[in-house]
Protein backbone atom coordinates (compact mmCIF):
# COMPACT_ATOMS: atom_id res chain seq x y z
CA UNK A 1 0.00 0.00 0.00
CA UNK A 2 1.26 3.14 -1.22
CA UNK A 3 1.19 6.19 1.32
CA UNK A 4 -0.99 9.51 0.56
CA UNK A 5 -0.27 12.64 0.54
CA UNK A 6 -2.06 15.73 2.24
CA UNK A 7 -5.11 16.29 -0.02
CA UNK A 8 -5.46 13.00 -0.12
CA UNK A 9 -5.77 12.73 3.68
CA UNK A 10 -7.56 15.61 4.18
CA UNK A 11 -10.40 14.07 1.56
CA UNK A 12 -10.63 11.15 3.73
CA UNK A 13 -10.83 12.89 7.07
CA UNK A 14 -13.56 15.09 5.42
CA UNK A 15 -15.72 11.49 4.26
CA UNK A 16 -15.12 10.10 7.61
CA UNK A 17 -16.67 12.50 9.24
CA UNK A 18 -19.77 12.77 7.05
CA UNK A 19 -19.35 9.18 7.69
CA UNK A 20 -19.95 9.51 10.93
CA UNK A 21 -22.76 11.97 10.75
CA UNK A 22 -24.63 9.75 8.59
CA UNK A 23 -24.42 6.38 10.35
CA UNK A 24 -26.48 7.45 13.03
CA UNK A 25 -29.08 9.48 10.61
CA UNK A 26 -29.44 7.01 7.61
CA UNK A 27 -29.98 3.31 6.51
CA UNK A 28 -26.96 1.12 5.71
CA UNK A 29 -28.33 1.11 2.55
CA UNK A 30 -28.16 4.36 1.55
CA UNK A 31 -24.67 4.99 3.34
CA UNK A 32 -23.53 2.20 1.36
CA UNK A 33 -24.36 3.92 -2.23
CA UNK A 34 -22.89 7.19 -0.63
CA UNK A 35 -19.35 6.01 0.08
CA UNK A 36 -19.33 4.13 -3.28
CA UNK A 37 -20.20 7.53 -4.87
CA UNK A 38 -17.34 8.97 -2.74
CA UNK A 39 -15.23 6.60 -2.70
CA UNK A 40 -14.91 5.10 -6.44
CA UNK A 41 -11.03 3.41 -5.40
CA UNK A 42 -11.15 0.48 -3.51
CA UNK A 43 -7.77 1.10 -1.97
CA UNK A 44 -9.19 4.47 -0.23
CA UNK A 45 -11.59 2.29 1.47
CA UNK A 46 -9.03 0.26 2.98
CA UNK A 47 -7.09 3.90 4.05
CA UNK A 48 -10.46 4.77 5.12
CA UNK A 49 -10.84 1.93 7.98
CA UNK A 50 -7.13 3.46 9.44
CA UNK A 51 -8.66 7.05 9.26
CA UNK A 52 -11.66 6.24 11.37
CA UNK A 53 -10.15 3.88 13.63
CA UNK A 54 -7.20 7.08 14.21
CA UNK A 55 -10.34 8.68 15.32
CA UNK A 56 -12.17 6.31 18.22
CA UNK A 57 -10.75 7.19 21.70
CA UNK A 58 -8.69 4.57 22.76
CA UNK A 59 -9.58 4.47 26.17
CA UNK A 60 -13.38 3.62 25.83
CA UNK A 61 -15.24 0.29 25.52
CA UNK A 62 -17.03 -1.11 22.34
CA UNK A 63 -19.89 -1.55 24.14
CA UNK A 64 -19.74 2.42 24.98
CA UNK A 65 -18.91 3.36 21.69
CA UNK A 66 -21.74 1.43 20.17
CA UNK A 67 -24.34 2.14 23.22
CA UNK A 68 -26.61 4.36 20.98
CA UNK A 69 -26.72 1.43 18.93
CA UNK A 70 -28.92 -0.16 21.39
CA UNK A 71 -30.10 2.18 24.15
CA UNK A 72 -33.88 3.37 23.45
CA UNK A 73 -33.61 6.80 22.83
CA UNK A 74 -35.26 9.15 25.70
CA UNK A 75 -37.98 11.46 24.59
CA UNK A 76 -36.82 13.98 22.12
CA UNK A 77 -36.00 17.79 23.82
CA UNK A 78 -38.76 20.01 23.74
CA UNK A 79 -38.27 22.59 21.00
CA UNK A 80 -37.46 26.25 22.68
CA UNK A 81 -40.26 28.60 22.74
CA UNK A 82 -39.70 30.95 19.99
CA UNK A 83 -38.43 34.45 21.15
CA UNK A 84 -39.58 37.41 19.13
CA UNK A 85 -37.11 39.38 17.92
CA UNK A 86 -38.03 42.42 20.06
CA UNK A 87 -36.93 39.81 22.58
CA UNK A 88 -40.46 40.10 25.09
CA UNK A 89 -41.25 36.90 26.96
CA UNK A 90 -43.98 38.24 28.74
CA UNK A 91 -47.76 37.81 28.76
CA UNK A 92 -48.88 36.77 24.96
CA UNK A 93 -51.06 40.03 25.15
CA UNK A 94 -49.13 42.35 26.96
CA UNK A 95 -45.84 42.69 24.02
CA UNK A 96 -48.24 44.63 21.70
CA UNK A 97 -49.11 46.87 24.50
CA UNK A 98 -45.62 47.27 25.84
CA UNK A 99 -44.73 48.39 22.11
CA UNK A 100 -47.33 50.99 22.17
CA UNK A 101 -46.54 52.41 25.50
CA UNK A 102 -42.71 53.10 24.18
CA UNK A 103 -43.88 54.35 21.00
CA UNK A 104 -42.52 51.24 18.67
CA UNK A 105 -44.13 49.74 16.03
CA UNK A 106 -45.88 46.42 16.75
CA UNK A 107 -43.07 43.52 15.62
CA UNK A 108 -45.21 40.98 13.46
CA UNK A 109 -44.36 38.38 16.71
CA UNK A 110 -46.24 40.48 19.23
CA UNK A 111 -48.76 41.28 16.43
CA UNK A 112 -49.89 37.60 15.69
CA UNK A 113 -49.50 37.29 19.31
CA UNK A 114 -52.25 39.90 20.58
CA UNK A 115 -54.34 39.08 17.64
CA UNK A 116 -54.32 34.87 18.71
CA UNK A 117 -55.27 36.10 22.46
CA UNK A 118 -57.81 38.33 21.40
CA UNK A 119 -59.26 35.96 19.50
CA UNK A 120 -59.34 33.28 22.19
CA UNK A 121 -60.48 36.25 24.44
CA UNK A 122 -63.92 36.58 22.27
CA UNK A 123 -64.39 32.87 21.38
CA UNK A 124 -64.65 32.57 25.52
CA UNK A 125 -67.02 35.57 26.01
CA UNK A 126 -69.48 34.51 22.97
CA UNK A 127 -69.72 30.92 24.76
CA UNK A 128 -70.85 32.10 27.84
CA UNK A 129 -72.68 34.59 26.19
CA UNK A 130 -74.34 31.57 24.31
CA UNK A 131 -74.62 29.90 27.50
CA UNK A 132 -76.16 32.29 29.62
CA UNK A 133 -78.86 33.12 26.94
CA UNK A 134 -79.97 29.22 27.27
CA UNK A 135 -79.24 29.03 30.54
CA UNK A 136 -81.77 32.05 31.09
Partial sequence: MDLIDDDQ??????????????????????????????LTDHADWFRLAFVLAAAVPADRTWRELTAWTVAPLGPPAPLPVPVPPCGYRGRSDAGARDHRLRGEPICAFCGEAE???????????????????TAA
Fill in 9 to 38: AERLSRVAAQLVARVRAEDPTANGRWLAAE
Fill in 115 to 133: RAYNRARKATYRTRKRQNR
